[in-house]
């Protein structure tokens, strides 16, 4: 699975790991069982984030259920590294969903985020996603005031007609005159050939936030 993109594939599923990986050992000590069923959502913060609903072992090709976190009061979730490095991951069909009596948490519900449901299917942004994180985006700072072009982290706030609203995850090494958490405007352009997510910079000279015109701009090093 491409990591940028396996929230395509598995978010806002079931799904059951058959030989739990060392990272979901660690975080389910004191359970036992080396299978699982389990939902798989989106944290807006974390990423890619799976709810562990019932632990099992397979004897003579029959599920014998373990004690699981809900029977004993404790809810257990793993990131992305604990799921892929499993031995098997399967979606589970809707038949068996039913016939398993599996129901999505109702805490789960506060890790919507509708408004970004079809940011995060949108193909056109996959390239600039962080492993694991789709709301997480790199985004080139163009090279204003005769700064060097800077590559930052961006969280997806808001998309609206192919741009993007998003927060500042990292300082800038430059002083562009944007500050962590800032609020940036991006959008795709091409440069060389290549495409970017370039943020709209305000600059004194131009009170006024427009698109930088990258294509123009071949002198641009990375």
Not at 125 to 137: A, I, K, Q, S, T
Not at 184 to 192: A, D, F, G, K, M
Request: proline share 5%; with cysteine; charged share 30%.
């Amino acid at each position: 699975m491409d990591l940028k993109t396996i929230h395509t594939e598995i978010a806002h599923h079931w799904i059951r790991i058959n030989g739990i990986s060392d990272q979901l050992k660690k975080v389910l000590s004191g359970f036992e069982g080396n299978n699982l069923f389990g939902y798989v959502y989106i944290d807006h913060t974390a990423g890619v984030t799976l709810e562990v609903v019932k632990l099992f072992d397979v004897e003579n090709g029959e599920i014998i259920y373990k004690d699981s976190p809900s029977d004993k009061s404790t809810r257990i979730i793993a990131r992305l590294e604990g799921i892929i490095n499993s031995e098997e991951i399967q979606l589970l069909p809707n038949e068996l969903i039913e016939e398993l009596h599996l129901e999505v948490p109702e805490y789960l519900a506060s890790y919507e985020k509708p408004e970004l449901d079809e940011f995060r299917l949108d193909d056109s942004f996959h390239e600039f996603r962080g492993d694991g994180f789709p709301d997480d985006v790199q985004i080139l700072l163009p090279p204003i005031k005769g700064f060097q072009p800077e590559l930052i982290w961006g969280r997806v706030e808001k998309h609206e007609n192919d741009q993007l609203t998003c927060q500042l995850l990292n300082q800038p090494h430059q002083d562009f005159g944007i500050q962590i958490y800032d609020l940036l405007h991006v959008s795709i352009q091409t440069i060389e050939g290549d495409k970017y997510l370039v943020c709209e910079i305000e600059t004194k000279e131009n009170s006024e936030t427009k698109t930088t015109k990258t294509n123009k701009k071949p002198w641009w090093k990375f």
